[in-house]
């Protein structure tokens, strides 16, 4: 009920400050006899990592994880699988300035009045490095769902004000891995780096959208009417840091459009089962076989190089400057997490789908 | 773990089809000693009721409620609230065609692909005549917040290409129930309702979007890491039929923005925490005390009175045209539903915050 | 988390005081496609009925239920299943002097002070009423069961001092239902029905104790290390009211024996698994393919016939004499209340069992 | 649902196995601000420890915690406490015998059959070294509870056929920890040892009971109806290795008992609530403010020092015969696991009642 779990039969618990010992986790429920592919899951978290490239933060973060049970002779056994992922880079000098003033649109302010308390030291619970974790766990559903054959694949559809204009069914997504924004469409995803270049040097950040797409997904998936599959992945990919919006298929534009114009129709004798996926692959809560796409808004990064002003924890206005190293955008290291959540998703609903078979 | 039941403290379960004897749930985990304002309960049923108005379903459903258990003489006793909607107008000859034939966009499909077997009488379980078991426990979640000098606003900002363009802070939201379509801005408001009814007359629906303002809510509530307030409020709305998007605060406007231009800093000695609240008054998934606002996309109502394309059970192309009284366009009934998820979801998260104090 | 449900993937939610309109509930979780023989649900909830015998209660509840959801032609379809079973014998002037005053070992005083509010009429949801609509689940679970080929039987095992020495394996189970009693072996019912009667006759109850044998249960139900398939229905029995003990296999008597007599040494080429079975079936938390066996102690019925000392609502001295007709001793009706139970701990740990599978 | 968590609120979730890198675990839900008392908690812990007296098993386990997360400064706040416990004794050779043939009365042949895989070092998940985990958050939950004046003590009350007659309210359990038995009567303790050491001079083991009383528990603990706090402990018991029984209050004796002996009259201006104490401090499923007591029935330790027959994966007859060292009775070493399971529990049921408060 505290939050720090996500799951219902495909269980991730998750703990750990960005500067205490480790953080980590507990996966409650993998089935049994399900091969384990390390170096799989050490590139998934790789993707995710601090000073991958040259437009993310220089922190030299190392995520190398340790599982610490229920793995037994390279595969799962059914007992949960608990692992930790140590932290090495506590330069807390980084962050004391953070003890006492409210980084604006930070969680400092929040969880300072919701608990009493707070590890100030980078942010504590409420840093990205969290993350880390949901992709540690996203990586194990990937080796579930990729027995079934299904895919999930995130990209960078937008950076500030340049867009990916082009619908996913246009794009080759075995190219976004060839540019470290991770947006498959080569000359959008040049624009994308030099806005973040110029971004930094002003000692700003921006914004950005990821879109996922998910292709053969399991028809059934999903719980009417409460845990719909698109209420459960858009809850998943909003419990990321930073983010801001959600949409599913034809999203918020199709709020425009009329029924005669938005309904997909289905098809006899096809490889598809409607002649067009408006509704981004779930009809009434449950996925239909068809693809499963959406977006994901997330918001600029809140530390910015520039003075600031705010308060402190007596009330008092001051002003705070970020040191350390940051991302100045969050989108191009988000992606795989992105696809963790998704992941996720989809092998706790296949769960729950099998339980009533 | 099968979808029927939201919120973790402050529980609802529904049950029910469109066609059954009766809709109906049980709300485990109220306070005790909530006064019961049964008008007020009516009241909100009212604005979600089929035949409102000249804009909406001319099918009259009777939607008076019994409440039988868990309120004695007025107040709420702690024990649970179960309480049933009687349905009454089951013409049940209005959905005789869409028994073997699956309407588009709509859930018959992966209904019979996940179960194996339908009530296709007008939808069955995935009708939105279930969403009128969310107004009647949200209504009580909103007596509970009343107390906490909370409110829960929702109201339409776009039909179709109709877009009300003035942010909430420039309207005054105790005219929304001015209009039958539920837009506090009587000019927009007009072009809505024309824009709806030039749809109905060609037998076609459009869809929408809704905006929701909360003001008041405690600071403290959401619970990081996955439980953040704003990704249980994102799952809550889209857990409702027909939506497509959801959006906190700046939203995916937000994600074109500059870190410079997007933080809202922490002021001193003032009515506000923020200079300004893109935020939409939640920090590290915990609420800070400023207003929390969000808007939801829907998708056009599937049901249109046009003849579309669409196979059957047997996996044969046949057409398929609708019967029956449908909505146009679904936001101006969808208002209290959108405060009602979003006030089962502030609830929760208030018993939430109690437990750890 | 307020515990009025019951299970996780089978889940029962149940709502109802004893006066009140109606009491009832949600199965949320049934698989699709389960023949509902409504019968069979009648007959065992006919088991549970007050006024059945001449040594139960004289009050003639009428626990005609109605299904009102989730059965479609005969059939579950996957959809929650609400049912109420309304009350008719409401005659609260029976129940005007526990309004104020305490009733010795019952939940009158508890209730008050946790919840400061009481629906004092008949107990309210303290009341045993509350466990016909476990009885109905349980019929359900127990048509789940019937098709693995898996029985679920308990019997009154113990009546105050009377008890039945012979282990069940030389019962005929079948014969429980031939006397009022619930006791399969004729001559210790007879002595059974005689204390009854006795104790009846002074104004008095007494205490007794419930076996229960399941046989065909599956192998591999039960989820360690916490929800240990023997901690599960602990806690499913122990949750009856009236109830002060659980022991499964060996039991208490296990306890003064050493390992070299415990210990089920494993067969090969048997129709049983192991040579003994003092486990119960259950072995490490998991069912092995044994019978599952275990007994229930239920506690003197509270309400007495003779006056008592007690305190009012105002903490002052008083004396307190029930009034209305109560049963002299609970064990007869309790037999399907402990089977129920038993079936739904099962059919979860059944679908908690296939989501891994 | 996997069965590795425990708790609502106040939750835990537990990895590992005997023999992997290391057990461990989540707490998640843990209020902020408590003082955590990490002497206690290694005491606690070393209550437990296998080779803590010359009646357990000479295995000499390090269990040295490490807390991860969670805590800052010493105290907790609020955010998930993440611990683990590494395995220090590994050798692996005393388990080889039990790869492939299936120990008597142990878990080795369910999990197979349920996993179909297992990690067969020293019982891997189903060892009692699993346990660890919950005695570390049971001092924490206690640390909890001394706040408010609430302890919880057990001592063992039965060994083999040596019992303790006298009540807990004629005992001085302070006493408990001065015999290595853990029985605070030093005659009937004595007893208890040369018992133990005589069966294990026989390579035999014996079984055992343990009591535990909690006092100064708050008034309305207990969610009715499915989570009575009795239903709830009996569980918590009931889910730790080897346990066959539970009685609260009276217990089985009360069976036997008529109502008029059995009832507990309430009293006016007194210490007490009521005159007596059958009850064992909880009503109707709600703690009264009475003293809880409860005894816990634990079968004779599986692992004896004689061959004995059993079959092998193959399903062939074979015999097997135990190596290592291994306790002669588990009683001693599980009076802090049975109080850390009691202690998990009020503490959960503490913040569920502070929910609705």
């Known amino acids: 009920m505290a939050g720090n779990s996500y799951g219902q039969l495909f269980r991730l618990t998750t703990f750990g400050e960005s500067h205490g010992t480790a953080i980590g986790g507990v996966i409650d429920g993998c089935p049994p006899l399900i091969s384990i592919d390390e170096d799989f899951i050490a590139k998934e978290m790789a993707r995710r990592k601090p000073g991958q490239s040259s437009i993310t933060t220089g922190r030299a973060e190392d995520d190398a994880f340790q599982i610490l049970s229920g793995v037994f002779e390279g595969k799962t056994t059914g007992t949960p699988i608990g692992f930790i992922i140590p932290n090495k880079d506590q330069r807390s000098a980084d962050y004391g300035t953070i003890k006492d003033a409210y980084r604006p649109s930070h969680a400092d302010y929040t969880y300072d009045k919701k608990y009493g308390v707070r590890d100030y030291r980078g942010g504590g619970r409420s840093s990205a490095r969290e993350t880390a974790c949901r ?109 801001k919006g959600f949409e599913l298929g034809s999203g918020f534009a199709g709020s425009a459009m009329r029924g005669s114009q938005h309904n997909d129709v289905f098809v006899a004798n096809s490889d598809h089962i409607t002649a067009t996926n408006r509704s981004g692959g779930i009809l009434g809560g449950i996925s239909n076989g068809e693809d499963i796409y959406f977006s994901v808004a997330f918001k600029p990064v809140a530390t910015i190089m520039q003075k600031q002003d705010t308060v402190n924890k007596a009330g008092n206005a001051t002003t705070i400057t970020a040191e350390g190293r940051h991302d100045p955008c969050v989108v191009p290291r988000a992606v795989p997490i992105v696809e963790a959540m998704a992941a996720l998703t989809l092998v706790d609903h296949l769960l729950r789908y099998k339980s009533i078979q």
């Not at 960078?156 to 867009?163: F, R, W």
């Not at 991770?182 to 879109?211: F, N, Y």
Request: glycine share 8%; proline share 4%; with cysteine.
């Open 135 to 243: 992709v540690f766990a996203g990586a194990i559903a990937k080796l579930i769902l990729k027995d079934l054959g299904c895919t999930v694949d995130a990209y960078v559809s937008q950076v500030g004000t340049i867009k990916l204009e082009k619908p996913y069914t246009e794009l080759d997504l075995s190219k976004t891995e060839d540019t470290i924004v991770r947006c498959p469409d080569a000359e959008t995803a040049a624009k994308m780096i030099s806005l973040i270049e110029e971004v930094r040097a002003e000692g700003d950040t921006v914004g950005g959208i990821i879109s996922c797409v998910i292709k053969g997904a399991p028809v059934g998936l999903g719980e009417p009417v409460f845990d719909k599959l698109h209420a459960d992945l858009a809850k998943a990919v909003m419990s990321i840091n930073a983010t």
